[in-house]
């Protein structure tokens, strides 16, 4: 009997969920993705210390003397992420996400600028666009700044996602994948109702379930990478998934586990069953999340999270940056 982790692997592509390089080497992922959150994280571990220090001093010289310490605060944070980024893709053969700042959700201008400077980034630094999935919340503002950027050549990944009519929009968009996500679903779930799910009927699993066959029965290209999970019995049940991104807490799970894992999720099954067309724009967009108490909740949640890490990162920042320049 071969481990839960190998026989995933057959049928459907393990993204490493982290911002731990370390983690990264252990389970060897084609792809890896990155958060504010998972970024503070891993900032403030010793062995990263090297990194957060090195992105400090180039933002000072970029800035120079007199420039504020917000300000070098604030350009280190920008290029933070790339830092990692570009750490990241020495280990692995695929792809890295990079989130923009997710103060920036509801304005689609904005995003497309803060997308445009992260690619120009990486490409100073000789990766191709190829290999960067630029990460933007599932808002309507979001999608669309996402639909211009990928008729430009740059490649996205539409997360907070928690509603089929945010995956029906990105697929129409023409979004390269989606991150629903479905811990926190299922976190909603259990809060209102007080109940436990089994995994096959975790809420979390039934959504991504739902967005997963309805992009294969309608031939969207857009590929489905569930996220944010509770325990192994979730992925056990998303089986088949295009991709999956996981924490190393769990992969080391399924690594550990032998068991055998049947496949769950299959585009051939998906391209024969009855599923209704849903039309989704602006005003049908707003009507389901306004309809969508969950994903209505967990959008504005997941925001607001997403900004208290940067602004908490940003404070991180301005403090070391006074222990480096006071040394």
């Known amino acids: 009997m071969t481990t839960l982790l190998e026989q995933l ?21 084609r792809d890896a993705t990155t958060n504010p959150s998972l970024i503070t994280a891993a900032a403030q571990m010793p062995q990263y210390q090297g990194i957060v220090d090195d992105t400090l001093k180039q933002a000072r010289t970029k800035l120079g003397k007199n420039a504020s310490a917000s300000d070098v605060a604030t350009l280190a944070f920008d290029r933070l992420a790339i830092s990692f980024g570009l750490k990241i893709l020495e280990i692995i053969p695929g792809r890295v996400s990079t989130e923009v700042d997710a103060r920036l959700s509801y304005d689609t201008k904005a995003t497309i600028e803060k997308a445009h400077y992260l ?78 799910y089994a995994p096959a009927e975790d809420p979390g699993v039934l959504s991504v379930t739902q967005i997963y066959n309805y992009y294969k029965k309608f031939g969207y290209k857009t590929e489905v990478m569930g996220a944010s999970f509770r325990n192994i019995g979730e992925i056990y049940e998303l089986a088949g998934c295009d991709l999956l991104t996981i924490s190393p807490k769990l992969l080391e799970q399924l690594q550990l586990t032998e068991a055998e894992l049947p496949r769950k999720l299959d585009p051939e099954v998906a391209a024969k069953m009855k599923i209704e067309k849903i039309f989704v724009d602006r005003a049908n967009f707003d009507k389901m999340h306004q309809k969508n108490k969950m994903a209505f909740d967990k959008l504005d949640e997941g925001i607001k999270g997403f900004t208290k890490a940067l602004e908490t990162l940003e404070e991180l920042l301005k403090t070391r940056l006074a222990s480096l320049e006071g040394e």
């Open 9 to 29: 692997r057959k049928f459907t592509i393990v993204v490493a969920d982290t911002g731990d390089i370390q983690a990264i080497e252990t389970f060897t992922p």
């Open 119 to 196: 690619i120009s980034e990486y490409e100073a630094n000789g990766v191709s666009r190829d290999r960067i999935l630029i990460k933007i919340a599932s808002t309507w503002e979001g999608i669309k700044a996402a639909e211009v950027l990928e008729k430009e050549g740059i490649h996205c990944n539409l997360t907070l996602l928690f509603g089929i009519h945010q995956a029906i929009a990105c697929a129409e968009a023409g979004i390269t994948l989606i991150s629903p996500f479905v811990g926190r679903i299922l976190d909603w779930y259990t809060k209102e109702t007080g109940k436990e």
